[in-house]
């Protein structure tokens, strides 16, 4: 390729790269050498060169899968949809619109990049792949009937516009109930931590680890060098039995099971109580039971009871008319708030 472009020449391919937003500058092969052979010979030439010039970026095109959304899907709100975004092995980058996440699939890690519309790179499609996918977003959740619901409240006409409502979980029911369990008793900060170890310690190429890579270390080693203190009881417990088939979390989280009888079946996992299994049924897209914790109870005293001290059963009486979508109504509530302050927990 020549060194020097004419004045005339450059302009002109300004103008392309400008205008033609579809076409990879690496790609353009440029011949501005004199020949006396005639024009059309001379441009036959130059195409045939152009075709045969191999790209930079050749044999390094990663696997692309696009995976079908609801037409109320907002990508970035069910993102950021509450905390775990900020929890291993999720990594959002705001700047890019991406949420990079190494996951199993086919027995091998793969780093995928998830873009808005659900275009997904680092992997082939395949039907693991949305189902796993298909979790992650609640891509299975029909949200009519709460925007319904919230387009006639001034605290949530906000969530119809924003697509906010779904939330962000992981990619197996074992991910979520690890990562509610080290939420217990603690800080938010210490919980990331306690999550990144985890993956540090267990899992594979920075994968989330499955039950038996947990399983496979003692009470004792996870303790110690995954700070998880009295949790990693817990945590032991549902990888063994998961392991060893005591537990089914197939049947446990059978979907034709009511809201109340579900709510029973996740009691029964170790280390989930009644804030957890509240938490396991809003991953499910089910809304009837407000985890209660000191921040839902600290929100709704600040919030709508000016800061004085009322009842439990006072504070969860004032979501009664959302019906199934209690949980929803009130945690969309509590991130307006971070959404109207423009800094979103971290």
């Known amino acids: 390729m020549c060194s020097q472009l004419t004045e005339d020449r450059g302009q002109a391919l300004i103008r392309l790269l400008l205008f033609s937003p579809n076409i990879d500058p690496r790609r353009l092969v440029l011949y501005t050498r004199k020949s006396s052979r005639p024009e059309r010979e001379r441009r036959r030439s130059q195409v045939v060169r152009q075709r045969s010039a191999k790209p930079l970026f050749a044999g390094s095109i990663p696997a ?21 975004y900020l929890l291993a092995p999720f990594r959002w980058s705001a700047a890019e619109e991406t949420l990079y996440r190494p996951e199993i699939l086919g027995g091998k890690v793969r780093q995928l990049r998830i873009r808005p519309g659900l275009e997904v790179e680092g992997a082939s499609d395949s039907p693991e792949l949305r189902r796993k996918l298909t979790r992650m977003f609640q891509l299975n959740v029909d949200m009519s009937d709460f925007f319904v619901i919230a387009r006639q409240s001034p605290l949530h006409e906000w969530v119809v516009a924003a697509g906010f409502g ?13 990562k509610i369990i080290t939420t217990t008793n603690t800080t938010w900060r210490q919980t990331m931590r306690m999550v990144e170890l985890i993956v540090q310690k ?56 009511t809201t109340e009888e579900l709510f029973d079946s996740y009691r029964e996992l170790p280390g989930i109580g009644p804030y957890g299994a509240a938490h396991l049924l ?17 929100f709704v005293r600040e919030t709508h009871h000016k800061g004085r001290l009322v ?26 708030k971070y959404r109207d302050s423009g800094v979103l927990p971290d």
């Open 311 to 336: 009842s439990d059963k006072t504070m969860l009486r004032r979501y009664s008319r959302w019906g199934k979508w209690k949980y929803l109504a009130y945690w969309s509530e509590l991130w307006g």
């Open 282 to 298: 809003a991953m499910d897209g089910r809304h009837d039971f407000i985890a209660v914790d000191s921040e839902f109870r600290r």
């Open 202 to 257: 267990c899992g594979r190429g920075g994968a989330f680890p499955e039950p038996r890579e947990v399983a496979r270390f003692s009470i004792d080693e996870l303790q110690r060098d995954c700070r998880l203190g009295y949790r990693a009881k817990s945590i032991h417990a549902l990888a063994s039995g998961i392991v060893e088939r005591s537990i089914n979390l197939e049947k446990i989280s059978d979907p034709s099971q």
């Open 166 to 178: 779904r939330l962000l979980c992981g990619s197996t029911l074992f991910e979520d109930a690890v």
């Open 64 to 84: 692309v899968a696009s995976i079908r959304v609801p037409p109320e899907f907002s990508f970035q709100s069910t993102v950021v949809s509450h905390g775990w």
